[in-house]
């Protein structure tokens, strides 16, 4: 699976968008984007994922670029609950199933 | 559906002892990981089962440990002679398979 590259620690104010970027420079064509968030002492949290077409549900955004390189979450208004660490993840659907998680952003929510 | 429920969610023991633990995943689900965590990193894979079988294993995954998944439903991950180095966050995951995994809240092992 392709390697990804994110900011170790980011801060957003309470209410404010949060953008969470992620360099995925080596992804092959049949790799997906995933996101997930680890809450302090809880289990990594599905969020997102897509393949090249920008994906919105009712947790985040997912703005992919066009040459499929880099990606960014978007958490439109976050609140404090939103304080986690998050994982981009690059994996085929086919083929290896594993998830193989980096260090993550530790995205700090502040009022 | 309560999610994927892991036991115990605590676990200290002695060095050189063995430990078991159990992963319960969503009941329709057919896919089933076992991860582990140490303090500050992400979580590292160990093995994944698609219904009973067990697909893939992590070098990661010495001769002491051992999983099973009998008739495809729950699983438990066995650690024998427990080292300090042992000491993390075990998790279990369940998918069917898309659109992504859901983990259970862990068990924390402590070996002294």
């Known amino acids: 699976d392709a390697k990804t590259t994110q900011p170790p620690s980011m801060d957003c104010a309470e209410g404010r968008a949060a953008n969470l970027p992620c360099n995925h420079s080596?992804?092959?064509?049949?790799?997906?984007v995933y996101w997930y968030r680890q809450i302090h002492s809880q289990g990594p949290q599905y969020i997102i994922h897509g393949l090249k077409n920008n994906e919105t549900n009712e947790m985040a955004s997912l703005i992919i670029t066009e040459d499929r390189k880099s990606s960014t979450l978007i958490l439109p208004h976050a609140t404090l609950r939103d304080t986690a660490v998050y994982y981009c993840?690059?994996?085929?659907?086919?083929?290896?199933?594993?998830?193989?998680f980096g260090q993550g952003t530790r995205l700090t929510i502040n009022p | 559906d309560t999610g994927v429920s892991q036991n115990p969610r605590h676990k200290i023991t002695k060095r050189g002892q063995n430990v078991t633990f159990r992963c319960d995943p969503i009941s329709e689900h057919n896919r089933l990981y076992w991860y582990r965590q140490t303090l500050g990193q992400g979580p590292e894979f160990l093995t994944y089962f698609q219904n009973e079988a067990q697909l893939e294993k992590s070098r990661l995954l010495s001769d002491r440990f051992s999983a099973e998944r009998p008739k495809g439903s729950f699983s438990t991950l066995e650690i024998q002679r427990t080292e300090q180095g042992d000491s993390a966050m075990y998790l279990c995951?369940?998918?069917?398979?898309?659109?992504?995994?859901?983990f259970g809240q862990g068990t924390r092992l402590t070996v002294v």
């Open positions: 080596t992804i092959s064509g049949n790799e997906y």
């Open positions: 993840i690059v994996r085929a659907v086919q083929g290896a199933q594993k998830l193989v």
């Open positions: 995951a369940s998918s069917f398979p898309e659109p992504g995994a859901f």
